[in-house]
């Protein structure tokens, strides 16, 4: 809030000043002795005064509040919770069942080198985007911005005979993928007919008519591309695409700008969220065990596998959507309507695991790029090794002697059984494999992400499946009240799967936390206090 001056009573718009300044040089553009001599009696005209914006949101400090939990101190329950702070409402406390907040936005330091264990990059590097404003506001980003090339422009596609396709070829192999690609995405807003089944099958179709068109002599290398560029879907939603939706793929709203990445490690946006809730309110190591809700006076109460009650007037639940499908009926008594309970059924939650690789020494040149593991349909499905998994190896941003790599789908559930010791040397197999350099060194270090079995998450992101639709997000994204006396809403839902267009990102996470934030507010204004 801007605090409030006497100075506001003076305020001068910067329109008004613009024109009071313009027609005062007209005046005067004709004698300059005139202008010279009574310039400073108009100073005041162009200086800067405090403005005293009263948002509509704050709340009247003199009426009671309702007590509000959240549950989940990742991007949705902090957003939430700053949006709260910020309107006045701070008679709330967030639990959080880790020791930290943020949730999959996980920053780790390898000595003066950030390394990323969740979100990267920010999706979407311009002002549209709410995280591309955090880090601005937090002073994160300075020019240029470290934003993410685009995968054509620096890219090695190695195959699994130990060869390397020529660079003009697989530059040809990239368009060509992009152009199926879109295609794909193009269903959902164009063709009004659906039906297309799984991407799988969209996306085999069209290469079979793309290679059609491609020279013999190509051929044999363009399929390769365009397999492994389909396998980096993949590692984009953390699924096979025979359970995905080919109708629904293009739901996913493109943010303007390339993709920026934070220096200073992706944490870093959580401080100017963190600065503004009050100290206290968020409680860490505080695992959810159930919420009892629809019970009258009062309204609802959480329960911590610690033992601690929580009553509430309104609980915002802000897990991860693999946390519903794994816990709710558990977690909620009575159990949650049917439409919200089918929404966590059908929609899809994908696997995702980082996986960061060191060496004593690069064997590779800095600024090299990317490689990209051109595996065939037939490898992947008959290879049973989480390295089939991977589809690009890059080099780890601002270090010199790091790799890293994205595991997906079951691949990455296998891996997060592995040792690290199995790691090092499967991930060293592949790489020799793919270069055909035998020679080439084991990492002296591996450090890799666990997602799908950590019982806070129980997976990455939300992806649309063959039987997922964008009115499910919206059903999850609906607040829940007293099936038999109705009345305002009890349960509240927020995350990045509840927000259509923008599930899996961040910036959807915190979109999501701020609207049911802006929920609460519109309720206490109504009532003028807890609901009645």
């Known amino acids: 809030m801007i605090p409030s001056s006497s100075r506001c009573k003076s305020y001068i718009s910067k329109s008004s000043r613009f024109h009071v300044v313009?027609?005062?040089?007209?005046?005067?553009?004709?004698?300059?002795?005139?202008?010279?001599?009574?310039?400073?009696?108009?100073?005041g005209c162009t200086r800067r005064m405090p403005v005293c914006p009263s948002d509509p949101c704050f709340l009247d400090p003199g009426r009671p509040q309702?007590?509000?939990?959240?549950?989940?101190?990742?991007?949705?329950?902090?957003?939430?919770?700053q949006r709260?702070?910020?309107?006045?409402?701070?008679?709330?406390?967030?639990?959080?069942?880790?020791?930290?907040?943020?949730?999959?936005?996980?920053?780790?330091?390898?000595?003066?080198?950030?390394?990323?264990?969740?979100?990267?990059w920010i999706s979407g590097g311009s002002?549209?985007?709410?995280?591309?404003?955090?880090?601005?506001?937090?002073?994160?980003?300075?020019?240029?911005?470290?934003?993410?090339?685009?995968?054509?422009?620096k890219m090695l596609v190695l195959t699994s005979d130990g060869r390397a396709i020529e660079t003009s070829v697989s530059g040809t192999g990239y368009t060509l993928f992009s152009k199926i690609k879109n295609d794909a995405f193009s269903l959902f807003s164009i063709d009004t007919e659906k039906g297309h089944g799984t991407l799988k099958n969209f996306m085999n179709r069209k290469m079979k008519e793309v290679l059609s068109t491609v020279d013999d002599s190509l051929r044999y290398d363009m399929a390769r591309i365009l397999s492994g560029l389909t396998n980096t879907i993949k590692t984009r939603w953390g699924e096979e695409l025979c359970l995905m939706s080919a109708d629904n793929f293009g739901s996913?709203?493109?943010?303007?700008?390339?993709?920026?990445?934070?220096?200073?490690?992706?944490?870093?946006?959580?401080?100017?969220?963190?600065?503004?809730?009050?100290?206290?309110?968020?409680?860490?190591?505080?695992?959810?065990?159930?919420?009892?809700?629809?019970?009258?006076?009062?309204?609802?109460?959480?329960?911590?596998?610690?033992?601690?009650?929580?009553?509430?007037?309104?609980?915002?639940?802000?897990?991860?959507?693999?946390?519903?499908?794994?816990?709710?009926?558990?977690?909620?008594?009575?159990?949650?309507?049917?439409?919200?309970q089918e929404a966590i059924e059908k929609l899809g939650f994908g696997h995702l695991n980082r996986l960061i690789v060191e060496y004593s020494r690069a064997f590779w040149a800095p600024g090299e790029g990317m490689m990209l593991l051109a595996w065939t349909g037939a490898e992947m499905e008959s290879e049973k090794s989480w390295a089939t998994g991977m589809s690009i190896i890059e080099e780890m941003p601002g270090s010199r002697n790091m790799l890293m790599t994205t595991v997906a789908g079951h691949q990455a559930v296998s891996m997060e059984s592995c040792s690290e010791d199995d790691i090092a040397e499967e991930f060293t197999n592949v790489l020799r494999r793919f270069t055909g350099d035998s020679s080439l060194p084991y990492p002296i270090?591996?450090?890799?992400?666990?997602?799908?079995?950590?019982?806070?998450?129980?997976?990455?992101g939300t992806y649309m499946g063959v039987d997922s639709t964008v009115h499910q997000q919206c059903d999850l994204g609906a607040p829940a009240n007293d099936a038999c006396k109705g009345g305002p809403p009890i349960l509240l839902f927020a995350g990045e799967a509840s927000a259509p267009g923008l599930y899996s990102t961040v910036q959807g996470a915190r979109l999501s936390g701020v609207r049911e934030a802006d929920r609460i507010i519109k309720l206490t204004h109504k009532f003028r206090g807890p609901p009645r």
């Open 127 to 153: 002002s549209a985007n709410p995280i591309f404003t955090l880090a601005a506001v937090e002073g994160l980003l300075k020019r240029p911005l470290p934003i993410r090339n685009d995968m054509g422009s």
């Open 66 to 81: 309702p007590r509000v939990v959240i549950i989940g101190a990742g991007m949705a329950g902090l957003s939430a919770a």
């Open 252 to 340: 996913f709203l493109k943010s303007p700008g390339a993709p920026v990445r934070v220096p200073l490690g992706y944490v870093g946006v959580l401080g100017p969220i963190l600065r503004d809730i009050p100290k206290g309110t968020i409680k860490y190591c505080q695992e959810v065990k159930s919420i009892l809700w629809d019970k009258g006076s009062p309204r609802a109460s959480v329960k911590t596998v610690g033992g601690t009650d929580y009553p509430a007037d309104y609980v915002l639940v802000t897990v991860p959507l693999g946390v519903l499908k794994n816990s709710m009926d558990e977690m909620f008594n009575p159990p949650l309507p049917q439409e919200k």
């Open 445 to 460: 270090n591996v450090t890799r992400s666990k997602w799908s079995s950590d019982r806070f998450f129980r997976g990455a």
């Open 84 to 120: 709260l702070t910020y309107c006045g409402l701070t008679n709330f406390v967030v639990l959080e069942g880790t020791d930290r907040p943020g949730g999959r936005i996980h920053s780790c330091w390898f000595g003066d080198v950030v390394g990323e264990l969740g979100a990267q």
């Open 22 to 43: 313009k027609t005062l040089n007209a005046f005067f553009r004709t004698d300059t002795h005139k202008w010279d001599k009574n310039k400073d009696s108009f100073k």
